[in-house]
C-alpha cells in the first residue's frame, strides 16, 4: 500500500511536466501565428499603399488578433517565470482585447454593442478589484521584470 501512495504522490509532478511540455509547444504554434499575422497586416499595409484603398477596420481586427497572440505568449511566458502560475489579470487582458475585437468586426447591432461594452466595463472592474485586493504581487512582478 505505501509503494502505491508513493508513486500515486509523483502524479502532480507528471501532470505538471505533461502541461509544462504541452504549453511550450502552444508557445512555439502562437509565435509562428503571431509572425504570420504580422505578415499579413505588412501586406495589408502595402495593399492600401498600392491600391489608395484605406481598409480601417480589417486593418484594426488584424491589429487586436496581433495583440491577442501577443497576449497569450505573454501569458505563457510569465506562467513560466512566476513558477508555473498563471496571473489573473492577464486572462482579464486577453478578454478585453477579444471583446474589442468583436466589437469593432460586429458592431451592426446597437444593443449587442452596448452588453459587449457593459462586458468591458464589468472585465474592467474586475481587474481594478483584482489589482486592489493584492498590490504586494505586482510589485513582486514589477521587481522581477527588471533583472
Not at 91 to 106: E, H, M, N, Q, S
Request: overall charge neutral; charged content about 15%; some cysteine.
Amino acid at each position: 500500500m505505501k509503494d502505491f501512495v508513493t508513486k500515486f504522490q509523483k502524479t502532480p509532478h507528471i501532470l505538471q511536466a505533461l502541461l509544462n511540455i504541452c504549453l511550450f509547444f502552444l508557445a512555439l504554434a502562437l509565435s509562428a501565428l503571431l509572425i504570420s499575422e504580422t505578415w499579413y497586416i505588412v501586406q495589408i499595409v502595402y495593399q492600401s499603399f498600392v491600391t489608395r484603398q484605406d481598409s480601417y477596420y480589417e486593418m484594426l481586427s488584424e491589429l487586436l488578433v496581433f495583440f491577442l497572440y501577443f497576449e497569450f505568449i505573454a501569458l505563457i511566458v510569465k506562467y513560466f517565470k512566476s513558477n508555473f502560475h498563471f496571473p489573473l489579470r492577464y486572462f482579464i487582458y486577453i478578454g478585453i482585447t477579444a471583446v474589442i475585437r468583436l466589437i469593432i468586426i460586429d458592431h451592426d447591432q446597437a444593443m449587442s454593442t452596448f452588453w459587449w461594452s457593459l462586458a468591458i466595463l464589468i472585465m474592467v472592474g474586475a481587474l481594478f478589484i483584482s489589482n486592489r485586493r493584492n498590490p504586494g504581487a505586482q510589485k513582486h512582478e514589477k521587481n522581477e521584470s527588471d533583472h
